[in-house]
């Protein structure tokens, strides 16, 4: 294993460290390990609050502030937090107009943050809402999941849902409004290479020269296929075929994410992005926005994934929106 | 070689169509593999022209825009541009005002940059200087290059006088500044792994499994020596004594750059700026600004460098001035 790192037990704790001395703007609590806005709780706006295993940054702590989120939970890596923390973090960001949980279906997290939900309902009186993301085409039921996963929506839903929450939209309006972006968004990935988590001192699972994985999740869990090796036009074709077969992108403008694993060149991924951009052009669909780079990550992983989101003239708006955090910036 | 590319001769040209589809706010020439801010020329200010090899994304041409760079020249990968595709980039930037050329100090650019220069002069009476940044103090002369090679300084370089030709600054205003800022920086990099260039198919170097490069190239080239592999901590000490010994950066503030050389996690990226931060503040040196990311980086290559500028209130107000590219965004 070479990693930039001290001892594989402490990379977290210290990779907060480093984030605390790069960002200013954030406050860290190292303790629960969350990162906050700096000016959290915000007087009249709703708390958003997301959180997961580490590993995917910038997902989630990079997506912390004005505009987006107003505190993440950093588990172990690939490991749910606490609902401790989840619940520190709903208290630490409620100015009481309650508080949304943004949640990547994957069991530990639901299951943790449902947890802190009702410990916040029972101890604080704090109103706590989830949304829970389910946007992966690739499998129905996985190692770590009951029904699809959450992975590249997430990053698209908290820019949008954050943008909505720092106009002082209710948690209610908060509410549909996840709800809608989860409905109208589908992703798929593939690995080239698995990743080694520091504290398993090994990859997570082995790909031979001439393999790739379909539809892998963002911990390396198995995806549709194991397959050969193809070209980046296959492998555009074969990303979105599920996700288009899914859900009908043809009816209005969309925003798009090529999203990189970790270990993959940006020049690779607008490669990729190419391929992706001809393929939905050909289809018929309206590209509004786009992404395209590192934005939910699983390590070192060499591979990408595609997000497609319906996204009408009100979710265009409020992507355009300023928005101030480590992983996403602009207008501000 | 595992890639998401189609065929290793086209990856150049087929990622400039998708930074063309990602990015309509620059214009390409596919002939000349070029990208221009979408305004060029844009009358009242000198043109900004950089380029060098590819596979060092988002330098440079994702640091085209307002606020940085008028157009950028992108080679075959890890190969000089041409003097035709630089002295076109020069025409297509040039607005009446002269046009300054940011080179990276690699015999094959430098060159190719001279000509280019010296054909604008003769061709066209369009008055061009030359910025050669050379901060990398690992080696003295390296495989590709006399003196020290052009490393991390060089984004840095071209946001401030990015910044500083936004302004309508004039050239001979531009040259003193861009001189004073490459002298001001020193960088120094390492690797934990080599990068595939897609055209070789295999690795530029092995490194054993307990190994790493210290003072390594953005090409792969040799660097100080090849050492067992450090710690995090250790590893910052190793980067950052000769940069400290090279130059005095305790008479005032610094800008900092943690960077990623392409294949290694945000989460180490982070935790790495941490060390460095430690070290920094023990030797009574003041952070103003710093990035930490993939900024200057070599394909897939997992590892880092650290970049130190001095920076006087001037520069630290050019640094916030507002950027719009795909690379560097904030204030717009």
Redesign the interface.
């Known amino acids: 294993m070479?990693?930039?790192?001290?001892d594989p037990q402490d990379?977290?704790a210290?990779?907060?460290?480093?984030?605390?001395?790069?960002h200013p703007e954030v406050r860290v609590d190292h303790t629960n390990r969350i990162i906050y806005r700096g000016d959290a709780p915000k007087a009249g706006k709703v708390g958003l609050v997301s959180g997961g295993g580490?590993?995917h940054?910038?997902l989630h702590g990079?997506y912390v502030g004005l505009g987006m989120l107003d505190a993440a939970c950093a588990g172990e890596?690939f490991t749910s937090p606490t609902p401790d923390q989840m619940l520190e973090a709903t208290k630490g960001v409620d100015a009481g107009n309650g508080v949304l949980h943004i949640v990547k279906n994957y069991t530990g997290d639901v299951m943790n943050f449902e947890m802190a939900a009702e410990l916040a309902a029972a101890e604080t009186g704090i109103t706590v809402e989830t949304v829970v993301v389910n946007d992966d085409v690739a499998v129905q039921d996985s190692l770590y999941t009951a029904g699809r996963r959450g992975v590249g929506v997430t990053v698209l839903l908290e820019k949008l849902v954050g943008a909505a929450a720092e106009e002082g939209r209710p948690l209610e309006d908060l509410v549909a409004l996840a709800g809608a972006i989860n409905n109208a968004g589908r992703s798929m990935g593939m690995a080239?290479?698995s990743?080694t988590v520091p504290a398993a001192g090994k990859p997570t699972f082995e790909l031979a020269?001439d393999e790739?994985e379909l539809g892998i999740g963002i911990h390396g869990e198995p995806g549709r296929r194991r397959v050969r090796?193809a070209?980046?036009?296959e492998?555009a074709e074969q990303l979105l075929e599920p996700i288009l077969a899914d859900l009908d992108f043809t009816s209005g403008p969309v925003i798009v994410m090529?999203n990189g694993m970790?270990?993959?060149?940006?020049?690779?991924?607008?490669?990729?992005?190419?391929?992706v951009?001809k393929i939905i052009d050909k289809a018929g669909i309206t590209?509004a926005r786009?992404l395209?780079g590192?934005y939910i990550?699983s390590?070192?992983m060499?591979?990408?994934s595609v997000t497609l989101l319906r996204a009408d003239q009100e979710l265009i708006r409020l992507w355009d929106a300023p928005v101030?955090t480590?992983g996403l910036?602009?207008?501000?």
Chains 1, 2 share one sequence.
């Open positions: 070479k990693k930039l790192i001290n990379v977290v210290e990779a907060l460290i480093g984030i605390e001395a790069a580490s590993g940054e910038p990079g890596i080239l290479t990743c020269e790739m090796l070209s980046a036009r492998i090529l970790g270990g993959t060149p940006l020049l690779e991924l607008y490669l990729m992005y190419g391929e951009a590209v786009n395209v590192n990550t390590l070192e060499a591979g990408c101030s480590a910036r602009w207008g501000i």
